[in-house]
Each structure stands twice: as structure tokens, then as C-alpha cells.
């Protein structure tokens, strides 16, 4: 396990009388793809701010590299920001851009030419070395922002919004492409976004924030199958929440008292008293539950509605809960069918708070 | 009816254009005036009186004088308004709406005022009046302007810039010499030109802070004070021919470039 490339302690931060980040500690691993998401208004591009050195913290310190960097400023930190607009210079030829930062740090010329073409031929735009940026695409421009922020070698690089401008195809494609080269050149990336499919194909470590904490973090796949905050199990797409209550742990297994009867779950990590479980529409299943499988009981289809990719289930249960249900298209279900409902336990999450 | 109408904004806008043109278009016709007073019939067209403007060192010289006086005022109050709409972009609150309200106000002076003060002032320090007392009142004058158009252009977008380029490790004087003024060059350009032209019309405080040395909206005045002369038509149309190559060359400066970019 090696030495953490960030580590925030305590942070905080207000804008007059509003708190906007309270009392954050997060480490980074060298070599790790970070992946802020919250709403706006949740404190992640402050977080980025501070990390990049273009706010000062109220309260906390930040480590960089092993390095107190809390007051220092940006040009000082091994930080580089991709902004959210790319602030590429309009005047500079995209070579020049690429450059630009090895200029200011005394690289001679001949020498920063060729690392602002290597680093160029990394993200695919070598033959856009003498173009100015208003000449390339919106997808071409983001890759200039990313070469010339990663031609400097950070031990940190951070990204504010960096596919927000971009079209939802592109995105998609440059989401993969940013992720591929984060692999290549094996920095620590810090990626600010709203968009929670871009935060999940990228995420090595996902963050989940809200109102200016960290509600959630870890695996992306753990954070949503088994969310472990409400914000969570309903900020990233949309899930099933069960009222629900733990009567006994007993070694790894959790007895959980629900309104569809009594199951078993292997949650070493519970505790007696109230929780909610969660299920996604995708990981809930028709038929009675056999061994191993958690029963969510009977119900009556309310609705069933085909979406293209999918078929959109509503089940009210005899215990008087909706439950949503995505399905195969071609499962044959229709309004007003009686049927019985079950989930893989690995798919069914305990939320206690 | 329509018809009728048509003519009468037709002509309306004759009678308009007319006002606002016709002195201009009288005063460079009778610069071309062959006999000795600028007054109908046209004996023109000659170039008479243009020749013995430029043979007369009196007016090259005063028209050189303007023109250091401008390039020298205007390079000081371009300069001087930059530094102050860069400085006032990062101001937030009411401090800095102070500052800035202070700065652009003597837009509302009169350059009778000014002039009036400057006169007081420079008395009172021991500043002789010459050209650099002239190019002093002139950068007072241009300097809110030069600020107001600066200022203006200096959106988030550039503060975003700044952010990147000092995030790359650029100091402060080179975000400023080598991302914030090239970017913001069409908008520099046109204030210079903008302060350039408002200096080589600028009678009032060249009249009353000059003695022997004096700029050329100075020596018109002092010609046409011994009645009208086609000489005087032939500076005026001089002088307008140069200000209007100006404006031109503003246009070019901050919409070609526009034009550029999209």
C-alpha cells in the first residue's frame, strides 16, 4: 500500500455565512481516477478549487505529494486544472498552448516543442500542433485543455466538468478516451461532474456529495447497488426504498424485519434498529424466491409499459408498496397479472443512518 | 398616400443628412478655393491654399505637435486605464464600485473645468504651460474613457484565462503581457485610437495650457481669429481627412476581427 498521493484533513470552507464544505478528510491514492459527483450547490467545485490552489480554506490542511499545500499558491502545486470551458488562448497557436506552462518554467524552446508534440500525439492531436484552438471541435479543444495540463507532469490533475459542453454522444466517446489515457500516464485524476454514467465508467473511487459532505464513497458498482446514504440510493438513477428494521445480528448475518416478512442478509457491518433496504429496478426479479434468493412477497402489476431497451414494471404489493421493476422486453407481463417478487441478496441494500 | 409618405421621409432625411453634412462638405469644397476669400462664387479647383498650409512651418509644426501630444497621451492613458480595469475586475463589493465610479466620472466634467483646474494646478506646482502640460490634460481626460471600454471587456471568460495561465506557472506581469493584453488587443487598439482622435480635436485645454509651443486645433483658432481664410478651410479638411482615417482604422481594428472569428 503506498503513501497517498492527496490527503485532506478536516477541510472546511464558508462564503460569508454559508458553509459549503464541512469538515471533509478524503485521501488519494498515486495513480487513482477520483470522481466528484453531487448536484450543484453540493461543495464539489469548491473541493476542486482548494485542491487546485484557487481557494484558500477556511479551516483544515490539504497534503499533496507529501507537501503542505493549503496556502500555497496554484502555480507552486504539482496541480494542473482542466477548466470547465478549457480556457484554451485564443491567440496562441494550439502548439503554444501545449507549451505554454514549460515557457513559464524555463524550458527551452526546442525542448518543450517536442514534449508539447509528444504529449499532443498522446491525446490524438499531433497533426493540430500550428492550428489555433477557434479552428478545432468542441471534443478537439477538451484534448488540447487535457495535453496541456498533463505536459507538466502533475502529481495531480484536476478536471472541472471537463465533458460538460460536449454533446451526449461525444461525451460518451471522450469519457473513454479520457479514462484510457488516465491509465497510460498513470496520474491521480480529481473529475468534477454532475453526470452520473460519466462518474461510474470513470470512477476508481467514487464520491458522492451533498450539501457539502461526502455522503458516499467508494467502488462504484458498491456505491450503487448497495448505496450507503439515501442521497445516494436516489441521486444516482432510480431505486426501490424499503421500510425495514434490524431485529438481531447474530455473527455476519442481520435479521431484518420487513413488511414482506423476516430475511436473512450477510451484513457483518449492521446494527439493531431502523433501516431501509434498497433494490434496483434491474436487480429485482419475477418469480418466488428459492433458496438463497430474498422474497419481496406478492403483488398485483399496476403497470407495464415498454421503453425501447427495456420494459418498465410497477408492482403494488400485497403489503402496499410500489415497487419498479425493469424487464427483459420480452417478458411477458401484462396489468393486473398476480405475481411474486425476489432479489439476489449481493442486490439488495441495507441503508442504516 | 404611401406614396406621399415615402417622399416626405425621403425628404426629411435629405434636410437631415443635410444639416449634420453640409458644413463639413462647404468647408472642404472652399478649401479648394482658387481666389483669397472662402465665400461663393467657386473659383476652385485649386490646391492653392493646401500648398501654402504645408509650406508654412508654423501648421506642420503644430500639426507634429499634435501628433506626439496624442500618440504620447493616448499610450499613457491606453496604459494607465489597462492596469486600472485589470485591478478593478478582481475588486468585488462596495469598495470596488467605489473605485470604479471614481474612475469614470470625470467623464461627466466638462473640459472647461478640467482645463480650469489643471490650470490652477500646474500653477501652483510650477508646471510651465507646454506640450506636456497639454499631454497631462489629455491623459486626464482620456483615461476614464480608455478605462470604461476596458473595463467592460474584462469578462469571467478572461478571468478564467488568467486562472490557467497562472496555474501553468506564469507570474503576474507575464499573464498580463502574454495572455490579457493580446487577448484584449482589439479593445486596447480601439481605445488608443479612440483617445488618439479625441486628442487631435481637443481645443479647450491645449488653448489654456499652452503658450508658444501649441498644437494645431490651437493655431486654427489663432488664424481664424483675422477673419476667414481658405487656408483654415484646407487645415479643417486636413484635419478631418486624418480623423476620419482613424475611425476607419478602429472599425477595422475591433470588427474585422470579429468578423475573423466567426
Redesign the interface.
Known amino acids: 500500500m503506498s503513501a497517498p498521493v492527496v490527503s485532506i484533513r478536516n477541510l472546511s470552507h464558508a462564503f460569508g455565512q454559508l458553509t459549503v464544505l464541512h469538515e471533509l478528510s478524503l485521501d488519494i491514492k498515486p495513480g487513482e481516477y477520483v470522481v466528484l459527483l453531487g448536484p450543484s450547490g453540493s461543495g464539489k467545485t469548491t473541493l476542486l478549487s482548494i485542491l ?3 481557494l484558500e480554506p477556511s479551516a483544515g490542511r490539504v497534503l499533496i505529494d507529501g507537501r503542505d499545500c493549503t496556502r500555497m ?3 507552486k502545486r504539482p ?3 482542466v ?1 470547465q ?1 478549457y ?5 496562441m497557436s494550439v502548439g503554444a498552448n501545449v507549451a ?2 514549460l515557457r ?2 524555463g524550458i527551452a524552446k526546442a525542448e518543450r516543442v517536442d514534449l508539447a508534440r509528444g504529449t499532443l500525439a498522446l491525446v490524438g492531436l499531433e497533426q493540430a500542433f500550428d492550428k489555433k484552438p ?1 479552428q478545432l471541435s468542441g471534443g478537439q479543444r477538451q484534448r488540447v485543455a487535457l495535453a ?1 495540463a498533463l505536459v ?1 507532469k502533475p502529481k495531480l490533475l484536476l478536471l472541472d466538468e471537463p465533458l460538460g459542453a460536449l454533446d451526449l454522444g461525444l461525451r460518451r466517446q471522450m469519457q473513454d478516451e479520457l479514462k484510457a489515457i488516465q491509465k497510460r500516464v498513470g496520474t491521480a485524476f480529481v473529475h468534477v461532474t454532475h453526470d452520473q454514467e460519466e462518474a461510474m465508467a470513470l470512477a476508481d473511487l467514487l464520491l458522492v456529495m451533498q450539501d457539502g459532505r461526502i455522503v458516499d464513497q467508494g467502488d462504484p458498482e458498491r456505491v450503487y447497488t448497495q448505496p450507503s446514504s439515501r442521497f445516494s440510493a436516489t441521486f444516482m438513477g432510480e431505486n426501490t426504498l424499503v421500510d425495514a428494521e434490524v431485529v438481531e445480528v447474530a455473527g455476519s448475518t442481520a435479521t431484518v424485519r420487513t413488511a414482506f416478512g423476516t430475511l436473512k442478509l450477510d451484513r457483518p457491518q449492521a446494527r439493531p434498529g431502523k433501516a431501509v433496504l434498497t433494490v434496483r429496478p434491474e436487480n429485482m426479479r419475477l418469480g418466488t424466491a428459492h433458496s438463497g434468493k430474498v422474497s419481496f412477497g406478492d403483488g398485483t402489476v399496476a403497470e407495464s409499459v415498454f421503453q425501447g431497451s427495456y420494459r418498465k414494471a410497477v408492482v403494488r404489493t400485497d403489503s402496499r408498496q410500489e415497487i419498479v421493476l425493469k424487464l427483459a422486453v420480452d417478458q411477458p407481463i401484462s396489468k393486473g397479472e398476480r405475481v411474486a417478487l425476489h432479489a439476489d441478496p449481493r442486490h439488495v441494500g441495507l441503508l442504516q443512518e | 398616400m404611401k406614396r406621399l409618405l415615402d417622399l416626405a421621409a425621403g425628404l426629411y432625411a435629405l434636410v437631415a443628412y443635410g444639416f449634420i453634412y453640409l458644413p463639413i462638405a462647404v468647408l472642404v469644397l472652399f478649401s479648394f478655393q482658387a481666389s483669397r476669400f472662402p465665400l461663393p462664387p467657386f473659383t476652385g479647383p485649386s490646391l492653392r491654399w493646401y500648398g501654402e498650409v504645408l509650406g508654412d512651418s508654423k501648421f506642420t509644426g503644430a500639426m507634429l505637435n499634435s501628433v506626439v501630444v496624442g500618440f504620447v497621451s493616448s499610450a499613457a492613458a491606453v496604459l494607465l486605464g489597462f492596469l486600472a480595469a485589470y485591478g478593478c475586475a478582481r475588486m468585488k463589493g462596495r469598495f470596488g464600485s467605489a473605485v470604479r465610479a471614481l474612475l469614470i466620472a470625470p467623464l461627466s466634467v466638462s473640459y472647461l473645468i478640467i482645463g480650469m483646474g489643471l490650470v490652477v494646478l500646474f500653477n501652483w506646482t510650477g508646471i510651465p504651460k507646454s506640450l506636456l502640460a497639454v499631454g497631462i490634460g489629455h491623459v486626464v481626460i482620456n483615461l476614464p474613457l480608455c478605462f470604461a471600454i476596458l473595463y467592460s471587456q474584462m469578462s469571467d471568460n478572461i478571468i478564467r484565462l488568467e486562472q490557467a495561465a497562472r496555474d501553468l506557472g506564469a507570474r503576474e506581469w507575464q499573464v498580463l503581457a502574454l495572455v490579457v493584453a493580446p487577448v484584449l488587443w482589439p479593445a486596447l487598439l480601439a481605445s488608443f485610437v479612440l483617445s488618439l482622435t479625441l486628442s487631435w480635436d481637443e481645443f479647450l485645454i491645449a488653448f489654456l495650457l499652452t503658450r508658444f509651443e501649441t498644437t494645431l486645433p490651437v493655431e486654427i483658432w489663432t488664424l481664424l481669429r483675422s477673419g476667414l481664410n481658405p487656408k483654415a478651410n484646407a487645415i479643417g479638411s486636413l484635419v478631418f481627412g486624418i480623423s476620419i482615417l482613424m475611425v476607419v482604422l478602429a472599425e477595422l481594428a475591433i470588427f474585422g476581427k470579429g468578423r475573423k472569428k466567426s
Not at chain 1, 87 to 91: G, I, Q, S, V
Open positions: 487546485g490552489g484557487f499558491p496554484p502555480a496541480t494542473t486544472t477548466f470551458d480556457a484554451l488562448f485564443p491567440h505554454f506552462g513559464m518554467n477557434h496541456r507538466m
